[in-house]
């Protein structure tokens, strides 16, 4: 079964910190790996989109890296912003349209 | 921002009601999408459009319809709601299949009561 998981369910650091959210997934064929930002009662906003053959990709204080071997990846967000308190959702697309979605990491950052 | 739009934001209705979700997108895509997130969970496919008078269901079973006259239109209707219909429905957009970006409006909370 198609799967992607997510870890930590949710986390809380502090502004100015860095922290790294982790993502697993079972879709198989591989077509590539999303990274959705989605603020509370809003739609998710693209942060990168990476294909097999990338590993890393950043986008601002943001980077995606993508290990197809594992089926992992990893967003690392760097000097927190109070901005950036937000659902993360690692997505994957099999080779067809459709995306598969996590449950997401909910981060809070306080000042 | 992207160009997507959902109306109403909020809605609480009776049960029984029909009801119609809005969605429109300036940028020209042919491709539409409706998702169903509950609060959090992931989200879910029940629609969606690869152009003009093309409509197919999503991975979730949905008692909901749509239709595609125009591109940049894609509503979706609830002939009779219910309490179970209540959720966030999210409407998306892209310019192709694969690697193209899918863009999504702000989302509509459904409240059946």
């Known amino acids: 079964k198609n799967q992607v998981e997510q870890s930590p369910q949710s986390l809380i650091i502090l502004e100015g910190k860095n922290c790294t959210l982790q993502c697993n997934y079972t879709v198989s064929p591989f077509s590539n790996l999303r990274w959705y930002k989605q603020d509370t009662g809003r739609g998710p906003v693209s942060l990168t989109i990476m294909t097999f053959s990338e590993n890393t990709k950043s986008n601002g204080r943001y980077t995606a890296t993508l290990d197809a071997d594992t089926k992992q990846s990893s967003l690392h967000i760097t000097a927190s912003q109070l901005s950036d308190s937000a659902s993360y959702i690692c997505?994957?697309?099999?080779?067809?349209?459709?995306?598969?979605f996590g449950t997401g990491t909910r981060l809070q950052v306080f000042p | 921002e992207a160009d997507i739009y959902q109306t109403p934001r909020y809605l609480v209705i009776g049960t029984g009601k029909k009801i119609t979700l809005e969605c429109s997108q300036t940028m020209g895509h042919d491709k539409m999408y409706w998702y169903q997130q509950d609060p959090g969970m992931e989200l879910h496919l029940i629609h969606y459009s690869y152009g003009v008078n093309s409509t197919e269901k999503g991975d979730l079973s949905s008692e909901s319809t749509v239709s595609r006259i125009r591109t940049e239109h894609f509503p979706l209707t609830l002939e009779s709601a219910r309490p179970s219909h209540t959720s966030q429905y999210l409407c998306a957009s892209s310019r192709g299949t694969g690697i193209y970006e899918q863009y999504f409006g702000p989302g509509t909370r459904l409240t059946v009561t």
């Open positions: 997505v994957v697309s099999a080779n067809t349209d459709k995306l598969i």
